[in-house]
């Protein structure tokens, strides 16, 4: 993809060969996934909560005995010293944030989606000038990085296949991050071994969209439903046989391991990096 860079490093550590705590700023906090980052890095005595940054607030965002700031601009953020920047902000305000978490020497972990190729062009070369490191995760739950996983090896073996991703009606991208991320994973697999880069012939479509959008040889379809959270169905399909891998994150917890793992990595990473398998 061009945009994967390398890892190495390792913690900080005191000349007492203690490590020192891992200072965060947590930038879309008062929202749910935001919050749920909130308690998550309070519950560890490795990280250090020093900062939380969203544009609307309410009392309860920030717990006052974490001593962490609480801004409604960057440049508020002003003089706040910190290691990794945690972005679950929306897709209009991330490239600026992560932007200005490069430039102050910080290395941002993004979970929030809907940046296109050009945008993370731009943050790799931003990335390098800086000499920092960035990692773009559409999806922090460990079960839906192995779910891409098994999709890409198996994409190989199958004909054809569809994906159906099915969020909460809130969500605001269609298709979302991670069904991109799966159908690119099992393009490039598709294309090693020759398959077609083109969705199977299905008849003439009733009602226009009714195939979902077609990703490199893959249709996508997007549902958007209350009561959901985040769910992904990949169906591969071949002479006589159907192969279904399916994921479903059933509470915000369930991407809080794979966010507290990424942040105790961050400092490993250079270049910028799509996809959390790069820190397993």
Known sequence: ???????????????????????????????????????????????????????????????????????????????????????????????????????????????????????????????????????????????AVLLMKFAAEAARYFPAAEIIELHHERKVDAPSGTARLTADRMSAVRHEVGLPSEPLEAGEEAIAGVRGGACGGIRVHSVRLPGLLAHQEVLLGGTGELLTLRHDSLSRESFMPGVVLAIRKASSIRGLIVGLENLL
């Open 1 to 143: 993809m061009g945009l994967v860079g390398t890892l190495n490093g390792g913690p900080h550590m005191t000349k007492h060969d203690a490590p020192l705590p891992i200072r965060v700023i947590v930038a879309g906090a008062a929202g749910r996934m935001g919050q749920e980052v909130v308690r998550a890095v309070l519950a560890q005595p490795d990280l250090q909560l020093v900062a939380c940054f969203d544009r609307v607030y309410g009392p309860e965002v920030v717990p006052p005995a974490s001593g962490a700031r609480m801004a409604s601009s960057l440049a508020e953020l002003e003089g706040v010293e910190a290691d990794v920047w945690v972005d679950f902000t929306v897709p209009a305000f991330v490239k600026t944030g992560v932007s200005w978490a490069l430039e102050h020497g910080m290395v941002p972990l993004v979970g929030a989606t809907g940046m296109g190729p050009e945008d993370r062009a731009e943050l790799a070369a931003l990335a390098e000038r800086t000499g920092r490191g960035c990692l773009i995760a559409p999806n922090f739950a460990l079960g």
